[in-house]
């Protein structure tokens, strides 16, 4: 089936401990990219990837980090959380960055910050 | 500027009637496509339908029509026969043909669409 998987999909953890949220998709997909839900605002993009080892900023980069290693991972680091960045995360996945491809999403993760 | 605007915070629909979810967005790109997401309570994104730019006919998937007005650069998405599933967040969102080096997609804020029985 194809997918893209997040985990964990739920996490608690304070302020400054470095956490990673991983991502993968099976659909040899070019581009991944990590948005953050937040009441209100919609999806604002974190980064994005365009194919391994090429990633770039998207709209509210601010303390997050990625790394694109092999096509079908891409986690995201929070390397010092702060209780702003308590959101709900989704990686998604299209198969190239063109504007009529279709992204699909993971299920989300549920990020609480203390 | 906002790229996608969505007006309706949130719309209420009796059951078996049509509803209607307003969409508007701006790009100076020839090149886009506009994508329409349900997320119901449990979370998930939920593709629901497409139009490009140079699509002539509007998008329909089953219950879904999409009312493309280029010209006024409306997407607005149509369900017909509301059921109660459909009650949820609905989004539409934008990818652009990078003509500015863009490959950001952007989203709007997001309709709640509540189905009364």
């Known amino acids: 089936e194809a997918q893209v998987t997040q985990n964990p999909r739920y996490l608690i953890t304070v302020t400054g401990k470095k956490l990673t949220v991983t991502c993968s998709q099976n659909?040899?997909?070019?581009?991944m990219s990590w948005y953050r839900q937040d009441p209100g605002l919609g999806l604002r993009q974190i980064y994005y990837?365009?194919?391994?080892?090429?990633?770039d900023k998207g709209d509210v980069p601010e303390g997050y980090k990625v790394s694109r290693k092999e096509k079908r991972n891409f986690p995201l680091i929070l390397e010092s959380p702060s209780p702003n960045q308590t959101s709900l995360y989704f990686c998604?996945?299209?198969?190239?960055?063109?504007?009529?491809?279709?992204?699909?999403f993971g299920p989300g993760t549920r990020l609480t910050v203390l | 500027a906002q790229k996608i605007t969505q007006t309706q915070p949130g719309m209420f629909v009796q059951e078996k009637e049509a509803v209607t979810l307003d969409c508007t967005y701006d790009?100076?790109?020839?090149?886009?496509?506009l994508f329409w997401y349900k997320q119901p309570s449990s979370g998930e994104m939920i593709f629901l339908i497409y139009?490009?730019?140079?699509?002539?006919q509007n998008a329909t998937e089953g219950r879904y029509s999409l009312n493309f007005q280029k010209a006024r650069k409306s997407a607005n998405l149509v369900i017909s026969a509301s059921q109660l599933g459909d009650s949820a967040m609905y989004f539409c969102?934008?990818?652009?043909?990078?003509?500015?080096?863009?490959?950001?997609?952007?989203f709007g804020r997001g309709t709640s669409l509540i189905v009364h029985p």
């Open positions: 969102a934008m990818r652009e043909g990078q003509v500015g080096g863009s490959y950001i997609p952007t």
């Open positions: 659909m040899n997909h070019e581009y």
């Open positions: 998604a996945s299209s198969e190239t960055g063109r504007w009529d491809n279709e992204q699909f």
């Open positions: 139009q490009g730019s140079y699509d002539e």
């Open positions: 990837s365009m194919n391994v080892e090429v990633t």
């Open positions: 790009t100076s790109d020839q090149s886009y496509g």
